[in-house]
């Protein structure tokens, strides 16, 4: 089991920032991948941004350029920062660890931390 425990979330006009951090039970180097995922109401929850288990990182088109994933190994966090948002970033931001054998993996959620973003 990994648990998670995400912080960070909040209301923020639109054109500021914010940073999301996540804390895992675990080295990130048992982890196949960490991310962030977010859900908006009445939609289906999206990949934002990822980070695999060699550091390469991977983001959601609409955030390119805006958002960044970082992780800091030490204290088995990662992290997400948020620039320029916008109002359509308002979602619950759910922190994810993927760990375990190819095929075999599993996912693991945080609780979740609201983004809202006022226009």
């Known amino acids: 089991q990994v648990q998670l425990v995400e912080s960070g979330g909040g209301l923020v006009q639109a054109g500021g920032s914010l940073r999301l951090s996540c804390a895992a039970s675990?080295?990130?180097?048992?982890?196949?991948?960490m991310g962030w995922y977010r859900q908006a109401p009445g939609k289906q929850r999206e990949l934002v941004a990822r980070?695999?288990?060699?550091?390469?990182?991977n983001y959601a088109d609409s955030v390119k350029g805006r958002f960044t994933i970082s992780r800091d190994i030490a204290k088995n966090t990662v992290y997400l920062q948020m620039n320029s948002l916008k109002p359509e970033d308002t979602a619950v931001y759910y922190c994810?660890?993927?760990?375990?054998?190819?095929?075999?993996?599993?996912?693991?959620w945080g609780q979740g931390t609201q983004v809202t973003v006022s226009s």
């Open positions: 980070i695999s288990k060699s550091g390469s990182t």
């Open positions: 675990g080295s990130v180097f048992s982890f196949n991948a």
């Open positions: 994810n660890v993927n760990k375990g054998p190819y095929l075999y993996s599993s996912d693991y």
